[in-house]
């Protein structure tokens, strides 16, 4: 059984940059594909970005491609999203999740925080 507990969301302006954390434990970090989702209200849940187990692979979803950039430290067992250029359309909760394989869909994970709540104003 896999914990996973995020921080550092907030109220930013549009342009800003904020990082988000994912603190792991109850496991073998490493063991893992580590991935952050986000949904806005009214919207499904979807993917956003996903790190290998060793950090050697990243997918990201196309709107936030070349802004967000996923890290992970296994050292630490943290998983990290450090978000540039926001825009109010990336307002959302955001959530860290684990699973066993490289995939962007959320059935391919089994392990899910509880989210934290990033707000972009215009």
């Known amino acids: 059984q896999v914990h996973l507990l995020e921080s550092g969301g907030g109220l930013v302006q549009a342009g800003d940059s904020l990082r988000l954390s994912c603190a792991a434990s109850g496991g073998t970090f490493s063991n893992y594909v580590m991935g952050w989702f986000r949904q806005a209200p009214g919207k499904e849940r979807e993917f956003v970005a996903a790190?290998?187990?060793?950090?050697?692979?990243?997918n990201y979803e196309d709107s936030v491609k070349g802004r967000f950039t996923i890290s992970r430290d296994n050292a630490k067992n943290m998983v990290y999203l450090e978000m540039g250029s926001l825009k109010p359309e990336d307002t959302a909760v955001y959530y860290c999740?684990?699973?066993?394989?490289?995939?962007?869909?959320?059935?391919?994970?089994?392990?899910w925080g509880q989210g934290t709540q990033v707000t972009v104003s215009s």
């Open positions: 790190i290998t187990w060793s950090g050697d692979s990243k």
């Open positions: 999740a684990a699973g066993w394989q490289y995939r962007s869909h959320s059935r391919h994970y089994d392990y």
